[in-house]
């Protein structure tokens, strides 16, 4: 502000200058001056125990002898012929091999303990009813390293085809394979490519299963050949049942398929070891 | 007290001049045309107003004087500790400080340097780091110079050289010039290894003086240890390389110890030791199992030994006794030649593990080859055996020459009832079968363990093996047994495999197993009789595992050699513990009359070791990017002097630090040169001045 003010004191002072000198000689001066800016949650599961029913004796036979086991249906004939089915095979492999078995026993999943038993023949039939807690048990078993052998004995496409079908729905069952040459049950102890049972000719089904786990056993094995038939004898030790299409061949090849089968789930994948063996022996060597 | 005139013109400047020079114009033509008369009152007027419109102002500033600051840095890592280096460090600081602080306007800071201080690896001396550090805070204005005191050992110089550090920077050197030191340097070793290879270590010893000097020794005596055990005393030539070769005997870290016997009048003898730690790594597991009659339980050896692709497994199972023959044509049934002779005779030993899995004994594998299985354990092997009914008969294992190194011996009973298996007293102190998942708490044998049942039981005799788990009546069930350098593990039961199943929930079979497999196989860790310790966070803590309880002192040696001694304090599982706070870097051994553990902490073979002799080269180097002197204490302390910026800073026999005379600013003041009121007085005055002047 005062800035202003003093400019315009020195340009008032200027205009005097020059009036003054404009003047100059006469000329009055002009006379005039002026102024300036968390969390978690658990679940925790319980176990669900199955095995209610185990009765100590039942436990004590079932493990201390090793005894193969087969689904008691309801249907006394079907049972028979598991139970004698079972008794021919274990008869044979007590004959032939190094395993020599209990007595087979009849089991009904959720009520016995299922965990004894290295295998469980399951004749499947169409009228069976599997309620939710045999199912658990079922999976339970199957889980913990146990082998189930499903058998429609209708040489595939009957009744019993469909009621397996729903079963395996009932027991989350995975895709099933043919068993292909390679397969550790077609040298478990004979060598063999066809699996016949009281018919021939069918297609034996198994899972497609990891060397790492279980041993690389199939939980589970399913075919259509009635095996128990081939199998059972009578109390003279005289086949049960005529074989088709037939001949001594036939039944000697189930025999074998039997003992095939009870090899590959006691001693698992022990053949298919031998091809690994040239290896590991040379490594051994380092 | 400094006063500043301030010219502060509101308007435009060239505003103001184009009047000035008009009113000089003015002025001229009157000086011209009427003469001097009045015209000096009008200059001054004019001068006046110019020098208004200009607005000068005077500011004053207040000052107050700030003291310059120096930093002593003193070096006290691990090599400063040598000989006269520590007196001769403290006496220079001490003087140091004192005559800093005496100087007028000179403030001093110290700074000590520790093991780990600084930046980076934080291994070494690291000086500039922490001189970094130091000038943080410190204004640059004020900073008169470091004065670092040290051996000269500086392993971050390159911070310094790279610029940035103000300075100057001056070194005084602590050590003695031509000092002579004996190390011993590894030259090449090998991080892991696998266990049962050989692993080398290449190392020098190295006899050096002054740079790259060498000093002339006889044969030098080295002492090898390994894992805190002597393993070897040698003569060896100095200043060339050697090698230490080795075999691996277990997993896990295994300490090589190299110590070279001190020269004489070298500077220090710790640097004469070099550590090599070499992690065993195990190579794929070789497991034999050899399966008896097939049963139910077979299938679970398999299922877990597969279930570990680190695992080769051979299996050896007969399933056609020779006896059952049936008529089928050979090349209908499934043969293996399996070579038995190769694999019990020729390469037994190579097995890490052999299990027999309730094995009964038949024509196939004769008495010969259970001898060699006996002395394989007898060297260093395992054995695992899982029995059955067939153990307490005729073709028992027992009756083998296997015998000799069965940890129990059959009774001939067979229980088979319903038991749970249950961990002995012996066994909640093992690390095998303490805290097993679902057993119950050590003294609540009146709990039931969450485990499922077994059905059979194999009498056994009681022997001296240890009893880890019983069964029915409190027979021994499982017992583990060193044989010589092997190991032996018996399971009086065949019914591990109902845990495998899930019956009754299933049991910790896998967990079991994998300890006991591990234990025979020597993994420390699962060592019943055990001492380990670790450095964690300046800790070192203590563990020692044992089936006696008790409380138990262990003495401590610190790399440096320092002893002491600790009591442990008992814990569950038949662990006692101690936690010591430590501050060394290198290898701490920790051992009480029969154990040796072996506690790394830091580096081992330290870089702050690694050279101890003075050297002026680092320092050097620093004075030089830092405009500093480098002098040696030896040689005299230096004195001390203040010096003007950018003058140099150090001269014979002595040391500079800056002058900066840096100043506060506490107060401004602004006085305007020329009120308003006097200049229109004063104005007024000259104004009429000349007109008087004019009009007369």
């Known amino acids: 502000m005062t800035g202003w003010f003093f400019l315009a004191v020195l340009i008032l002072f200027l205009v005097d200058m020059a009036a003054g000198l404009w003047i100059r000689g006469g000329g009055k001066p002009l006379r005039s001056v002026v102024a300036s800016m968390l969390l978690a949650a658990m679940l925790s599961g319980g176990n669900v125990s199955v095995g209610h029913a185990a009765d100590e004796k039942f436990a004590r036979d079932s493990s201390l002898e090793t005894r193969l086991a087969y689904l008691e249906t309801g249907n006394a004939r079907v049972d028979d012929v598991s139970l004698r089915g079972l008794m021919g095979l274990t008869t044979m492999l007590a004959r032939r091999t190094a395993a020599e078995l209990g007595t087979p026993q009849a089991v009904e999943p959720g009520i016995d303990e299922l965990a004894f038993f290295p295998l469980i023949y399951w004749p499947v039939t169409p009228d069976y009813e599997l309620d939710d807690v045999s199912a658990l048990a079922v999976k339970e078993y199957l889980k913990n390293g146990g082998t189930v052998l ?11 085809a469909t009621a397996l079908r729903d079963l395996s729905i009932r027991l989350d069952l995975p895709p099933l394979v043919p068993v292909d040459a390679g397969h550790v049950l077609t040298r478990s102890f004979y060598l063999m490519n066809q699996f016949p049972g009281r018919y021939a000719g069918t297609t034996l089904w198994v899972e497609r299963a990891g060397e790492r786990v279980n041993d690389g056993v199939s939980p589970i094995i399913a075919g259509s050949n009635d095996w128990a038939s081939a199998w059972a004898m009578d109390d003279a030790q005289r086949p049960m049942f005529p074989v088709v299409p037939g001949g001594e061949r036939q039944r000697e090849m189930a025999f074998r398929f039997g003992i095939n089968l009870v090899m590959y789930v006691l001693t698992g994948n022990y053949k298919a070891d031998q091809v690994h063996m040239p290896a590991i022996i040379k490594r051994l060597g380092q | 007290m400094t006063a500043e005139i301030l010219w502060t013109p509101s308007l435009p400047i060239q505003f103001i001049a184009v009047l000035a020079v008009l009113g000089l114009v003015l002025l001229g033509m009157q000086l011209l045309r009427t003469g001097r008369r009045g015209a000096i009152y009008r200059a001054l007027l004019l001068a006046m107003l110019v020098l208004t419109l200009l607005e000068p102002r005077i500011s004053v500033e207040e000052r107050t004087p700030e003291n310059d600051i120096a930093i002593v840095l003193v070096d006290e890592t691990s090599s400063q500790k040598i000989g006269e280096r520590k007196n001769r460090s403290e006496a220079a600081a001490a003087q140091l400080v004192g005559q800093i602080s005496a100087m007028p306007g000179m403030e001093v800071r110290t700074v000590t340097v520790r093991d780990g201080d600084g930046h980076g690896t934080k291994d070494g001396t690291r000086l500039m780091g922490a001189m970094t ?100 005393t040698l003569k060896l030539t100095a200043n060339q390389d050697h090698e230490f070769k080795m075999t691996l005997d277990h997993a896990g870290p295994t300490f090589i110890e190299l110590e070279a016997k001190a020269a004489e009048g070298e500077l220090s003898a710790v640097n004469n030791r070099a550590v090599v730690s070499v992690n065993g790594v195990r190579d794929r597991l070789k497991v034999l199992l050899v399966s008896g009659q097939p049963h139910a339980g077979e299938r679970t050896w398999r299922n877990l030994l597969k279930s570990d692709p680190s695992v080769d497994l051979v299996h050896f199972t007969i399933l056609r006794p020779p006896e059952k023959n049936d008529f089928t044509p ?67 294992l027992a009756r083998t020459p296997l015998v000799d190194i069965l ?61 880890l788990m019983s069964g029915v009546d409190g027979n021994p069930l499982l017992m583990m047994e060193r044989v010589d350098q092997g190991r032996v593990a018996l399971i ?100 009480d009359d029969t154990h040796i553990a072996l506690a790394p902490a830091g580096a081992l073979n330290p870089l702050e070791l ?52 840096a100043f506060s600013v506490t107060g401004v003041t602004n006085v305007p040169l020329a009120p308003w009121w006097l200049v229109l007085v004063i104005g007024l005055g000259l104004a009429s001045l000349a007109w008087w002047r004019e009009g007369r």
């Open chain 2, 330 to 396: 050979l090349n209908e049934i499934s043969l293996i030649a399996f070579p038995v002779r190769e694999l019990f005779e020729e390469k037994i030993g190579e097995f890490d593990l052999i299990v027999f899995d309730r094995y009964v004994v038949r024509d196939v594998l004769p008495p010969i080859y259970f001898r060699n299985i006996a002395s394989y354990v007898r060297g260093g092997g395992a054995v695992l055996l899982s029995v059955g009914p067939e153990f307490g008969g005729l073709r028992s």
């Open chain 2, 610 to 661: 690694a050279d101890l002799r003075s050297t002026d080269v680092p320092a050097k180097k620093i004075a030089e990017a830092a405009g500093g002197g480098v002098r040696w204490l030896v040689d005299g302390m230096p004195s001390l002097r203040g010096v003007q910026p950018d003058r140099q800073t150090h001269g014979a026999g002595w040391l500079g630090l800056v002058r900066n005379e």
């Open chain 2, 133 to 232: 550090d130091a000038l943080g805070d410190l204004p640059r204005s004020r900073f008169a110079g470091a004065i670092l005191i040290t051996d000269g050992q500086i392993h971050d110089a390159e911070l310094a050289t790279n610029g940035g550090l103000a300075g100057p920077l001056h070194v005084l050197i602590s050590g003695d010039k031509d000092e002579k030191d004996r190390r011993l340097v590894i030259a090449d070793a090998p991080g892991y290894g696998i266990v049962g290879n050989e692993v080398s270590v290449r190392y020098r010893i190295e006899d050096r003086i002054a740079g790259d000097g060498r000093f002339g020794s006889d044969l030098v005596d080295v002492t090898i240890h390994v894992d805190g055990e002597v393993r070897e």
């Open chain 2, 492 to 591: 009086a039961s065949d019914q591990l495999w109902l845990w495998a199943r899930g019956y009754e929930n299933g049991g910790p079979q896998a967990e079991l197993m994998r300890r006991i497999a591990h234990w025979l196989m020597k993994e420390p860790e699962l060592d019943e009789e055990g001492l380990s310790a670790v450095v964690e966070n300046g800790e070192l803590r203590i563990e020692r595992r044992s089936l006696n309880s008790g409380s138990e002192v262990v003495s401590i040696e610190s790399p440096s050699g320092i002893k002491s001694s600790v009591t442990l304090k008992p814990e569950a599982a038949g662990k006692s513990t101690a936690r010591v706070a430590v501050d060394e870097i290198g290898l701490y051994r920790i051992g």
């Open chain 1, 150 to 160: 499903f058998d429609t004995q209708d040489r595939g496409g009957g009744a019993q």
């Open chain 2, 407 to 467: 940890p129990g011996q059959p009774t001939g009973q067979i229980f088979e009832q319903k038991f749970k298996p249950r961990i002995t007293e012996l066994g909640h102190r093992h690390p095998v079968t303490s805290a097993l998942p679902g057993a119950v708490v050590p003294g609540r044998d009146d709990l039931e363990p969450s485990w499922g049942s077994w059905f059979r039981q194999i009498g056994v005799t009681t022997s001296v093996a240890p009893t």
